[in-house]
Nanobody, 119 residues
């Protein structure tokens, strides 16, 4: 099992970033979480393969989670970024064959990628 995240960085308010998470061997659901200093971990978005996506209220309309099945990659497109989006972002996954729900806890986690929104 391997989760590889990429795409974080520094961006100005109103800007965009796209995070990528590559998972091997194959997945049934994946999610993006974030944690800012001094705050708890927050689920940002979740995708259940061939089924549905869910989003935190704080990012609805701005973030989009999507999948590239050919490459086993899940993306998080983040638009209209705000300073309060600044956090370490983590990718998480459940392996293929697991029954996923919008509430299932994730077993496998990446090491995180930093997103900083600042002028």
């Amino acid at each position: 099992v391997q989760l590889v995240e990429s795409g974080g960085g520094l961006v100005q308010p109103g800007g965009s970033l796209r995070l990528s998470c590559a998972y091997t061997p194959s997945w049934s659901c994946m999610g993006w979480f974030r944690q800012a200093p001094g705050r708890g971990r927050e689920e940002v978005a979740r995708i259940i393969k061939y089924d549905r996506t869910t989003y935190a209220d704080s990012v609805k309309g701005r973030f989009t989670i999507s999948q590239d099945n050919a490459e086993n990659i899940v993306y998080l497109q983040m638009n209209s970024l705000k300073p309060e989006d600044t956090a370490m972002y983590y990718c998480a996954a459940e392996p293929a064959g697991v029954y996923c729900t919008p509430w299932r806890a994730f077993t496998y986690w990446g090491q995180g990628t930093q997103v900083t929104v600042s002028s």
